[in-house]
């Protein structure tokens, strides 16, 4: 699934937050955007995903311009986002915040319960055992019955992750999935992004902090004061000069 | 004295109908319907016209839910994607709409004259006790099946979705699954259960003039979940007795409370239940049978 933005723009008043942001996330691939706090990176995201609406610009997915899709019709199009702020269901285990991101169920019809709850029931088992195989790939199975409020920070990060891919996307925005993460979950997490994106779904990650992202992605980003002031390979971006002067906090 | 206990049950039992649909729409959902009496309405409108025309009365009931649902789509769909306050507001002026038409349209309901001589649910029973008892008996399975549904729809798909919904409305909306739809449909279940108890109403007094479908109906449904616990199906019935109880004991209470006017005495109950509540809300917040969350 291919995304391309094209002059994204969200103003504010009179305060550009997001300005003409042009990038592209070819299928399979793994791009990253940095910058320091309240660069845009997810407003950003939210233009993308549509939870907001842009002032200016486009955003193509697979060549066709979504702006008018709702949010909900992006997601089911393929391309599911996380938060910063994970949005667990705080009150289901971690298996029912699995179970509840699965597509198409004939159970989340209300006249179905009624009238055919042997489907129902069938489909519930195949998405149970679905889920079964989800807590394994992301190491949760132990906390499974566990209410999604009680998780830790990065446990939270990953059922953002593992409920994003039960939906079937193909490609992934993540806003800063290492962000509070402790270190040895923040390389789990990012072994399961380089197999995933092994088995070809792609990723856009935000992320607030170098280490672990520029490790991760072929393309590196940076934004600052809402627009991006440096793309190209990871190693190259991270030499530049008004990179490291956004980044110092430097006075330009 | 067993005439009256039994009419008072059936009229609580209609009641309790009520406050299922709400505690479905409120409790299981969030939704702030402040225009549930609207519902009834059309129900015992529809209810009281095709039996009147000689319908029998299981499809009139049938007809009457159909027909309430049918009203609460348009209400949902246009409401329910703005935020819940506007929906009270919105649901609130339906409910009047609704009773205003009734008044006006006269041609079809007689205005304020109401209608008269609704056929009686079981009337081969005659008009005493035991007919009065075969409709109580048949108003408590309807509500059984109503129970039921919920606690169907509780332990669903659809039930786990209605609490990632409380939980999070935009974390569902990334998954790409739209709130407003699970709304809408809980919306019309309730719409049909109160269109049901509309039916019963009709029914079962025999006539209905549109003065019945005040505001105050609705509010003493919620009154009733307050009361009871607002997400149990047992807070629903607790607080309809309650209720109830209340409501038609207080006028006996007249007997013995002497220098009380009829008319004092209305007050007086209506300020002591609005008494009752605000201290259920400040001492007992989750209602006599408790619990908000359903699982």
């Keep these: 699934m291919n995304l391309e933005l094209e002059g994204l723009t969200k103003v504010y008043g009179v305060l550009p937050v997001v300005n003409h942001v042009s990038l592209k996330v070819p299928a399979g691939d793994i791009v990253g955007v940095i910058g320091p706090n309240g660069a845009g990176k997810s407003t950003l995201f939210s233009l993308i995903t549509g939870f907001i609406d842009a002032s200016e610009g486009q955003v193509r997915l697979d060549g066709k311009v979504i702006g008018t899709l709702s949010t909900v019709d992006r997601a089911r199009s393929g391309m599911v986002r996380t938060f910063q702020v994970p949005r667990e269901f705080s ?157 110092l906090g430097g006075t330009s | 004295m067993l005439p009256y206990f039994v009419a008072i049950l059936i009229i609580a039992a209609i009641y309790v109908l009520l406050a299922l649909g709400l505690n479905l729409q409120f409790g299981l959902t969030g939704l702030i319907n402040f225009g549930h009496v609207g519902f009834f309405c059309i129900g015992a409108y529809t209810a009281a016209l095709l039996g009147q025309a000689g319908v029998p009365w299981p499809l009139t009931f049938l007809v009457g839910a159909a027909l309430a649902a049918i009203a609460a789509w348009p209400l949902g769909l246009v409401s329910l994607k703005l935020k819940d306050d506007y929906f009270a507001i919105v649901s609130l002026g339906f409910s009047e709409i609704v009773r205003i038409i009734v008044t006006s349209e006269q041609w079809l309901t007689k205005g304020v004259q109401g209608l008269t001589g609704i056929p009686k649910l079981m009337g081969f029973l005659g008009t005493g006790l035991s007919q009065a008892l075969a409709v109580l008996g048949i108003l408590v399975a309807v509500n059984v099946l109503a129970g039921l549904a919920k606690l169907r729809i509780v332990r669903s798909p659809f039930g786990r979705m209605l609490e990632a919904i409380r939980d999070n409305e935009e974390g569902v909306k990334a998954l790409g699954k739209d709130p407003a739809g699970f709304k809408i449909q809980v919306l019309m279940l309730g719409a049909a259960l109160a269109g049901i108890a509309g039916g019963f109403y009709a029914h079962y007094i025999g006539y209905i003039v549109p003065e019945q479908f005040i505001p105050l109906v609705t509010f003493y449904v919620w009154m009733a979940i307050i009361i009871g616990g607002v997400g149990s199906i047992s807070g629903a019935v607790a607080g309809t007795l309650i209720l109830m109880v209340f409501l038609e004991g207080s006028r006996f209470l007249r007997d013995i409370v002497p220098f009380v006017s009829e008319v004092d005495m209305a007050s007086i109950r209506l300020g002591a239940i609005g008494l009752a509540l605000v201290l259920f809300i400040l001492y007992r917040p989750q209602g006599l049978m408790g619990d908000y969350s359903t699982r």
């Design chain 1, 91 to 247: 009150h289901l285990t971690v298996r029912q915040n699995l179970m509840a991101a699965a597509p198409k169920q004939s159970g989340e019809r209300l006249i179905n319960l009624f009238l055919r709850p042997g489907r129902i029931r069938s489909e519930e088992r195949a998405v149970s055992r679905e889920v079964d195989a989800m807590l394994e790939f992301l190491k949760l199975s132990h906390i499974a019955q566990t209410p999604a409020e009680r998780l830790s920070g990065g446990q939270k990060k990953l059922l953002e992750l593992g409920r994003a891919l039960m939906t079937g996307a193909q490609l992934i925005l993540l806003d800063e999935p290492f962000a509070g993460v402790n270190p040895v979950l923040i390389e789990e997490i990012a072994d399961r992004i380089r197999e995933l994106n092994s088995g070809g779904i792609g990723f856009l990650i935000i992320e607030h902090d170098l280490g672990a992202l520029t490790r991760l992605v072929t393309t590196l980003h940076v934004m600052d004061r809402g627009r991006l002031i440096a793309s190209g390979e990871p190693a190259e971006v991270l030499a530049n000069k008004v990179v490291r002067e956004a980044y």
